[in-house]
């Protein structure tokens, strides 16, 4: 009864006030400085360390490759590092475990080669193995958790449990023991707001893996911890993709956007680049936001969710502003009109202009009015579809939507599915944080 009474307040228009309030709050540029301003003056007050924890996950794929450049990042920086075990993400956060689980796997042997790391496993290691994994690193100290861990993580995804039981004559803990500091872990973890492993967290901010610790680093350059005169990531894909591409070869990339996401609105700015500078036939196919798919999310992930696409969309160039959620009313509205538009040409664009209204501008995109005015500025004839609107086809095409969304293991917004011209071999990859991986796709494909 609970969660339905969470899921049917979601969903509430009547909320919209407090939504919107607590996602810009989340989302502002001024607060989060001046939070971090607070959290330094509150370090040194206390004459605390530069401390940095690192949250480990040792059958978590991420984890595996951000194990590798643990020793690198430490040593680049005037930092304490403290390495923390953790187990089992947070069932709350984790919507679709059997296609996150599939998909992680996936993504990582995608990304490992641009890291130049190896990652060929496609399934989980054994509850064995990943408990001696966990013994192991129980028992490391700090200072050679990076060296060791590589070691185990290598050992642990190729199913080498002679490498694991050499390890354990010289590092070990009971399993009992390993348990407890797991416990621990996932308790700190969860004190620091966050719910997966392969994440740092440093005063009041969170970074997960590869894809995010150069924000960490970038924070740490500006406070001077930096060895180095200049600032340089530690690491990052080694891309070989164009800025433009002419080929003739034609591809189809079909993009799955919903209208409450902000890490939908952040990556329109560059799904319309990418249709402007490479051979795609850009398919747009929206799918209702997760608070409307009768799906909770915990506020502390809402946080970090909304923190991180902000601080996404600033270095993107396409900033969150002014944010009005359109949960509810506001998006089946918008929604009913979608497929007229489409079939008239325009779907992209309409959904472009919705999530800048709602991130940017503060927009209530459920007014007729508002409406009316988007319409027209694409150049299309208001009197014909507004007789669309509140009409029920766009329900049927979005489940559909969802469901092909499904069939590639992804779950999220934005998905995206690259194919070739004649729509096979089908590339899925979820997020905006994997667009590079697509044009990287197309290159390829093109040679």
């Known amino acids: 009864m609970l969660k339905w009474f969470r899921n049917f307040m979601n969903r509430r228009t009547a909320t919209a006030k407090v939504r919107n309030a607590v996602m810009n709050h989340f989302a502002s540029y001024e607060i989060f400085k001046e939070n971090r301003k607070k959290s330094e003056e509150a370090r040194s007050s206390q004459n605390r360390p530069h401390e940095i924890l690192y949250f480990h996950k040792v059958d978590d794929p991420y984890s595996h490759l951000t194990i590798q450049f643990i020793d690198r990042f430490r040593s680049s920086y005037n930092i304490q590092f403290k390495p923390i075990l953790v187990g089992e993400e947070n069932p709350e956060t984790v ?5 996150y689980n599939i998909y992680c796997l996936e993504d990582v042997r995608r990304i490992a080669p641009y890291y130049d790391v190896s990652f060929s496993a496609h399934s989980y290691p054994s509850k064995d193995l990943t ?14 958790f990076g060296e060791v861990g590589k070691e185990v993580s290598t050992a642990l995804w190729s199913a080498d449990e002679g490498c694991l039981d050499e390890l354990l004559k010289e590092y070990s803990v009971s399993e009992k023991d390993a348990q407890k500091k797991i416990r621990d872990g996932n308790s700190i973890r969860d004190e620091k707001d966050y719910y997966f492993g392969s994440a740092f967290y440093y005063e009041n901010e969170l970074y997960w893996g590869v894809d995010r610790l150069h924000y960490l680093e970038r924070r740490l350059s500006e406070l001077k911890l930096g060895r180095a005169n200049e ?36 990556s329109t700015k560059r799904v319309r680049q990418l249709k402007e500078n490479y051979p795609i036939n850009l398919i747009t196919k929206p799918v209702l ?54 079939e008239m040409g325009k779907g992209f664009e309409y959904i472009e202009a919705l999530l800048i209204a709602s991130f940017q501008d503060e927009i209530n995109i459920g007014n007729d009015t508002y409406l ?29 939507n969802l469901q092909e969304m ?31 991986l697509i044009q990287e796709e197309v290159a390829k494909r093109s040679s």
């Open 95 to 99: 919507h679709e475990p059997s296609l």
């Open 131 to 144: 408990t001696k994994a966990n013994r192991i690193l129980s028992a490391v100290k700090e200072a050679n």
């Open 231 to 266: 600032f340089t990531p530690t690491c990052k894909p080694r891309l070989v993709a164009p800025s433009t591409l002419s080929s003739s070869k034609q591809f189809n990339l079909t993009y799955y956007p919903s209208l409450n996401s902000p890490y939908t609105f952040v």
């Open 289 to 342: 936001p997760m608070l409307m798919r009768m799906m909770t999310i915990p506020t502390f992930k809402a946080k970090y969710i909304i923190s991180d696409a902000a601080r996404e969309g600033r270095t993107h160039q396409h900033e969150i502003k002014k944010i009005y959620s359109p949960i509810g009313k506001p998006a089946r509205k918008a929604y009913s009109l979608f497929p007229i538009i489409d």
């Open 372 to 400: 009316e005015d988007l319409v027209s500025s694409l150049g299309l004839d208001w009197s014909e579809v507004k007789k669309y609107l509140n009409s029920n086809q766009w329900k049927k095409d979005l489940n559909h």
């Open 406 to 436: 499904y069939a590639g293991n992804c779950w999220g917004v934005p998905s995206f599915k690259l194919t070739d011209d004649d729509g096979g071999n089908p590339f899925y990859v979820w997020g905006q944080d994997r667009m590079w």
